[in-house]
């Protein structure tokens, strides 16, 4: 088995940003372990992976199940030995008003999007330390930076993961593991789809409108795409970044500033 190519892993590899990401990562020449809570859609990124002649593994986990974050950890370690970049990027949203918002919602949203990210990470950084190396990068969101009607919940879960990002990049600096996250403004995946329709029926907007009327707020005057978010993430996961750490990297076309 060679073990001379880097391996990552990226959750919610399976469709929109996951799938982007694990492709670019792949045309860099690396192994991509492509973890999702749906199987199916994780085994066909891993098919384009291995089309692109990098080995894949792919893997069913719910990030926020610790059991299965262990299994994917072990799987990925008995397959490829290592892990060298690990891709947070699996999330929901839910889009309500706060008064509306089920208990079981909020904990549903800061379980996939706040602890899953502590649980693939604590459980990665076991291995990354050992190693004396490595590569964390988690997808937060603007909203991450600044708060939106109806996206409260998802707010606090995506602030939650800069300032996770923020301490763990300095705790596992010492052992040359950096930590950083990404935040995608509005990107054209099957979520966004979703948004404008729960957008649409709270303020009454035709199908596509309320996509529309974001893409009003934002400076280059266009959705991002999956690959636009990717891309900064595969710099991020290169060799060409290794003095940036705890940083969260605006990838919204002008839209979030700070
Ligand atoms: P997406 O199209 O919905 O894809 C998310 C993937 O994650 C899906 O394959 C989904 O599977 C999977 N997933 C959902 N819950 C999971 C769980 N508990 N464990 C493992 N996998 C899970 O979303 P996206 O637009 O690509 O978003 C990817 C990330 O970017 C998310 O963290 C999101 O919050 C963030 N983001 C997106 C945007 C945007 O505009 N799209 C903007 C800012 C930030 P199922 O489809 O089967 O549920």
């Known amino acids: 088995m060679p073990l001379n190519n880097q391996i990552a892993i990226v959750t919610g590899g399976g469709q929109g940003i996951g799938e982007a990401i694990s492709i670019h990562l792949a045309k860099q020449g690396k192994d991509v372990v492509v973890s999702d809570i749906n199987l ?65 919602e909020w904990d549903r949203l800061i379980d996939v999007d706040l ?3 502590f649980l693939c990470s604590k459980m990665v950084a076991r291995i990354m330390i050992n190693q004396k190396r490595g590569k964390i990068i988690n997808i937060s969101s603007s909203s991450g930076k600044m708060g939106t009607e109806f996206f409260a919940g998802y707010a606090a879960a995506k602030f939650g993961v800069i300032g996770f990002t923020q301490g763990l990049a300095k705790e596992l600096a010492r ?3 950096l930590v950083n996250a990404v935040c995608p403004g509005i990107i054209g995946t099957k979520m966004w789809e ?26 280059l005057s266009r959705a991002g795409t999956a690959e636009d978010v990717a891309r900064v993430v595969a710099f991020l996961a290169s060799s060409e970044a290794e003095y940036m750490t705890g940083q969260a990297i605006n990838v919204t076309g002008g839209m979030v500033m700070h």
Do not use: H, W
């Open 40 to 104: 199916d859609s994780a085994r066909k990124t891993a098919a384009k992976i291995k089309s692109l002649g990098c080995q894949s593994l792919a893997i069913k986990a719910d990030v926020s199940n610790s059991r299965d974050i262990e299994k994917m950890v072990d799987l990925t370690r008995e397959k490829f030995g290592r892990i060298d970049r690990l891709v947070n990027n699996a999330g929901i949203v839910i889009v309500k008003p706060i008064v509306e918002l089920e208990e079981e």
């Open 115 to 117: 602890k899953g990210v």
């Open 175 to 177: 052992y040359n593991i």
């Open 194 to 219: 979703m948004v404008d329709g729960e957008l649409g029926k709270r303020l009454g907007l035709a199908k596509g409108r309320a996509f529309q009327k974001e893409i009003e707020k934002i400076p």
